[in-house]
């Protein structure tokens, strides 16, 4: 109502679930930021055209060391009703997946909270499945581990990817030729700004845009389903 014609920035996910909504007034863009991450940028690169048969995405971390303005058993990743949990929260692995790999369909997938937590909401997700180019993959995520990890395995032909976004490393084995890339000088946090300064410039090119935003709740619904 208010604005018109702006490149509107929205927290992932874009809903807790799937909504009929329209909106056409602006830009609307979900803030997915590990799209701008180098190394997620030079898979994509590198997958483009090629055979993969094998992607695995592993993602841990501890909700408690989260923040350290609140009680994690306070704040809304914990609650159910807040559209907290592991899912949701962690969604930035279904994002940069489809990113790279298109549509998911997944036929197997698992929702549970196994830990300790004082929360009332999963802990944890695994999925897997095909997608359109028969390339399996399996996603797993848990904000459970004080094993803090973000990783990415690839496998295709004459083609093996190993990327650590915790480390900002990545290993690549192309055609029996060994590549080894570090990151010294680059934090995740500056995919924030990356991800702010595409959307200041106007030419949105990496950007999550809505219809994208939108299939990952899709995916979301898919898995929910299955669990």
Do not use: Q
């Not at 909504?21 to 590990?34: C, D, T």
């Not at 992607?55 to 303005?69: C, D, I, M, Q």
Request: hydrophobic letters at 35%.
């Amino acid at each position: 109502k208010n604005f018109k014609n702006k490149n509107i920035l929205i927290e992932k996910p874009l809903f807790e679930k799937e909504y009929l909504v329209s909106l056409k007034a602006n830009k609307y863009l979900v803030g997915y930021n590990l799209r701008f991450h180098p190394l997620i940028n030079l898979i994509k690169k590198k997958i483009n055209k090629k055979k993969i048969w094998f992607y695995k995405v592993f993602s841990s971390s501890y909700l408690p060391y989260w923040r350290k303005n609140i009680h994690y058993s306070k704040s809304a990743s914990s609650m159910k009703k807040y559209g907290g949990g592991a899912l949701l929260e962690l969604s930035h692995e279904l994002d940069f997946s489809i990113y790279l790999l298109g549509d998911l369909n997944p036929s197997k997938s698992m929702k549970k909270k196994l830990s300790d937590l004082n929360i009332n909401v999963e802990d944890i997700y695994e999925f897997s499945g095909f997608n359109k180019n028969k390339t399996y993959f399996d996603i797993s995520a848990n904000f459970f581990s004080k094993n803090k990890a973000r990783e990415i395995i690839i496998e295709g032909k004459n083609l093996s990817i190993k990327a650590d976004l915790i480390k900002n490393e990545m290993k690549i084995i192309e055609n029996n030729k060994e590549k080894k890339i570090k990151l010294k000088k680059f934090n995740i946090n500056k995919t924030y700004s990356m991800e702010h300064n595409e959307l200041i410039s106007g030419k949105l090119n990496r950007a999550c845009t809505l219809i994208e935003g939108k299939k990952v709740l899709k995916l979301i619904e898919k898995i929910n389903k299955l669990s």
